[in-house]
């Protein structure tokens, strides 16, 4: 304890010394940015975790989206929905709305969608057998009707997405695991922006694409920025050298934890720290039988095994919070014999993004002491996570534990985590366990915030602490790094309304062959939003 002690205050007294031994400067980039959208302007970012949600949100649109309010959501192409019965919805669409080929959005347009998408539907929740027909008032009205009670109707309707009959006819809704994106460049959608090159579906996606500013979109005044270059397999250690060393090459991207002091130091990037809801997912393999995570007792003493103060202390640096499913040293089932006994000399086949080893050899310390190795197989490409975890359903995968830096797309819904456990959904390896069934089937049924929801998820955790269904590490704070001359304030959920961002006068892509400002490279204060 002392030990750990000293480490936290030496971690903590060198922060406290860089802020003091530099020069530093308030971000007044506000104050030179442009409020109209230059045709030169252009961001680049990088996303190595679910990229095509993001940008799923930019270039699609929804009858709601994701929000960092209350609710979670707010209106989007619908602008009001009551609520006549507990199984019906009617929503009043939006007037004057155009798809990115200039072709109007009406209630047939919905329609049409509802159709396909009933065909083809995401399977990670229970929408596809909760929603019985859609159906059109008038042209711009339309009518939901539910097979029951279904209290994720508007998570869900934040990821239903419109596009063109073009669209349609050639591709289809083709919901399933990740939900659907556009599979090919076009102007198929509705939102802010075109995907113009490359593509983002979760299972398929280039190293980087390119969106442009939809000239339709009905939210006036947006976007702010001509183009957006998303990058999606860069090595994280590269990543970090473009946005602290070079100007125009990044603009945005999610850092470590321990890379904070080099952020805060560059000549051309900032750092901005907020709380989130997002988690690190990580998957113990469940149907392999010749795994030693197929043991109950082998993952609940992983899980015993890890101490939360400390991974939280010195692998996060402190940016994050204390996971509610993760075991409290009171609540561990094992003794420390037990723990030691159960997992001396045993071997775990690890998969991980190149961006999580942090986190993994933060784990290994942990680990360590319990005569364990890990071998791991690393990636800068996150489609091939994906790949070995949602084919181990069809064809059992040789991995024993994989992790995904996963970001909260349901918005402050537990359903973010809760899905891990729902037997037949793509992202599930549990079987067999009736209890946890019932619990996950009552849950659809509620009301978030109610107090038999509040209820059902602290049994929903407490099930998954017993059986000891994944790794269960902290909650993460977002940590980004970001260009001084990028007006933008990220959100703690899974959308970044990149659209609403500005750049200044000085930003690389507008500046020309100006140098830029000795000035404007004196290292700016972190801004850490509440």
Known sequence: MIKSFCWLLLTSCIWAQTLADNQYR????????????????????????????????????????????????????????????????????????????????????????????????????????????????????????????????????????????IYLKKYGWAGAATGANIQEAGPYGLGPYMLVEGVITGRKQTPKAVLKANPYYWEKGFPKIETITVFTELETDKALRLITSQEGELDFMPIPFNKKIETMLSSYSKLVILPSTNNFAIYFNLLKKDSPVYDKKVRQALNCALNQHNLLNFTYKQEGSFNKEALQVQECPLTQEEIHTVLDNKTFKVVTQDSLLFLWKGIEYQLSQYNIKLQYTITTDEKKVYDLLLSNNQTIQDWDILSQNSIDWYGRHPWLTFFNYQEGNPWSFVRNDTVMQSYISHFFRLEQGSEAFNTLCKKIRQRAKEEAYMLFVPIPNNVFAMNKELVFEPLSIGMQPFWKAEITTKHWSVRGNEPYPKELEIPILPKRIP
């Open 26 to 165: 308030l971000d007044d980039s506000e104050t030179r940015a442009l409020h109209v959208k230059d045709v030169r302007s252009h961001i680049k970012v990088f996303l190595p975790a679910l990229p095509y949600v993001t940008v799923s949100r930019m270039i699609n649109e929804g009858l709601v989206r994701l929000a960092d309010n209350d609710n979670g959501w707010e209106y989007a192409l619908a602008t009001k929905c009551t609520h006549p019965t507990n199984v019906t919805y009617e929503c009043d669409l939006r007037h004057g709305v155009y798809f990115q080929d200039g072709t109007p959005f009406t209630a047939d347009s919905v329609m049409t969608n509802f159709t396909y998408f009933q065909k083809q539907p995401f399977n990670y929740t229970d929408i596809q057998n909760s929603l019985h027909k859609v159906e059109k008032i008038n042209t711009y009205k339309i009518r939901i009707i539910l097979n029951n009670p279904y209290g994720m109707l508007f998570r869900d309707l934040a990821r239903i997405f419109f596009y063109s009959d």
